[in-house]
């Protein structure tokens, strides 16, 4: 079935440094969406994307889609303590009807 | 529009009991599915309904079930509970022709 490889795993940085998570898959994909989860919270979608090479910008949130549609990332730039959480890739294989494959989320700490 | 509600919170079972976890969507949504979330895991797909309807399933054992009524309203059901049953069920619905999953907060359960 579908997989998705995100890395890394975890990152710590400090306040005001960049982030960037990335989403792998070795198939071509439908489209791509990212979701958040805040400490004791729930998955909160934040983009779609589904076109190739798209770029799309949240105020300090850059999400990209590969050109071959295969891959994807998130930026965030000037991270701040309400970035903490830990943000999913999601993905639709192109093959109908299937449900949503999550990657296994990258962990954001970020240090005052 | 009120969010999606699950109902309970929390829960805490012994091993080899049952336990029934419910799920209201989102008015007008029609599709709800339910994941587990453990720390090892991620977020693992277990399965999708759509008019009363399973339309996907995931790779858990048979003692995941799960059903959804004329309402939209969906449950889910583990019977025989194992240790490595305790993990956070989350649901999540869409609209009619949507991809984008709204979750729920979640029902956190703890098997002993």
């Known amino acids: 079935g579908q997989q998705v490889m995100q890395i890394p795993q975890y990152q710590h940085v400090q306040e005001g440094e960049d982030f960037t998570t990335y989403c792998n898959s070795s198939?071509?994909?439908?489209?791509i969406q990212w979701y958040k989860q805040r400490p004791g919270g729930h998955p909160v979608f934040l983009i779609q994307?589904?076109?190739?090479?798209e770029v799309k910008k949240q105020k300090r949130l850059t999400f990209q889609f590969g050109e071959a549609k295969k891959n994807s990332s998130l930026h965030i730039t000037a991270t701040q303590t309400t970035d903490v959480g830990t943000y999913f890739c999601a993905v639709h294989s192109l093959v109908g009807n299937t449900p949503l494959v999550f990657g296994k989320g990258t962990r954001l700490s970020v240090i005052a | 529009k009120a969010g999606v509600t699950q109902t309970p919170r929390y829960l805490i079972k012994t091993r080899g009991q049952q336990v029934t976890l419910s799920c209201s969507p989102i008015?007008?949504?029609?599709?709800v599915s339910w994941y587990q979330q453990t720390p090892g895991q991620g977020l693992q797909f277990l399965f999708e309904?759509?008019?009363?309807?399973?339309?996907n399933k995931g790779n858990f054992p048979g003692r995941f079930s799960g059903r959804q009524f004329s309402n939209s309203r969906s449950e889910m059901n583990v019977s025989t509970l194992e240790l490595g049953d305790s993990a956070l069920y989350l649901c999540a619905s869409s609209s009619p022709g949507g991809e984008t999953q709204y979750f729920g907060p979640g029902t956190r359960l703890l098997v002993l």
């Open positions: 008015s007008g949504h029609r599709s």
């Open positions: 309904y759509f008019s009363e309807t399973q339309r």
């Open positions: 994307l589904v076109k190739s090479g």
């Open positions: 198939t071509t994909l439908s489209n």
